[in-house]
């Protein structure tokens, strides 16, 4: 009798995995941050990457501008990538581009700034990435479009044409 109880149980138990696989299967798992805030722009004193002055957060962000801050590493592939579009983005005068260089060698990060053009108005160095975390960054690159001292907007990701596009769309709505 226990014989015939043995393999029954086995196939139980068996299809009570498989199930519970199977539906974990199907249930995506993949966590997708918001991309449309409405929070307060973080705090920061980080060195000026030109100079080693001390930079402010609140002496760059003022009210009834566009800011993109944008996290980049001369390390970073697609920073190359979406570096044309910076570019194009910063010949906008109603936006102001904000560059967080992210644990990066700084004389790697001058010659990358050098050989593709400086599309930033103000550079800081997040050394240790402390500031980029700070900010909700999860990697290199990614962007925060601020408007009046809130982060309205985040591009996770290199910089494309469509993201290029719905930025201006934001601006346009405002000027």
Not at 9 to 29: A, D, R, Y
Not at 32 to 43: A, G, I, M
Not at 89 to 111: M, P, Q, V
Request: aromatic share 14%.
């Amino acid at each position: 009798m226990k014989s015939k109880f043995v393999p029954l149980i086995l196939i139980f138990i068996f299809s009570i995995t498989f199930v519970i696989f199977f539906k974990g299967l199907k249930n995506s798992n993949i966590y997708t941050p918001n991309t449309n805030l409405k929070k307060e722009v973080p705090s920061f004193e980080l060195k000026s990457f030109e100079n080693n002055s001390i930079i402010i957060s609140e002496k760059i962000f003022t009210d009834n501008k566009y800011y993109l801050m944008n996290i980049w590493a001369s390390w970073c592939v697609p920073c190359k990538e979406e570096h044309k579009f910076l570019m194009k983005l910063k010949k906008d005068e109603r936006i102001e581009l904000i560059g967080f260089n992210y644990k990066d060698n700084f004389t790697n990060a001058s010659s990358f700034l050098k050989d593709l053009g400086n599309p930033y108005n103000i550079i800081v160095s997040d050394k240790d990435g402390t500031a980029s975390i700070e900010w909700g960054a999860y990697g290199v690159p990614e962007s925060f479009l601020v408007y009046q001292n809130k982060i309205i907007k985040r591009f996770i990701g290199p910089i494309n044409n469509e993201d290029l596009l719905e930025i201006q769309k934001i601006i346009d709505e405002i000027y």
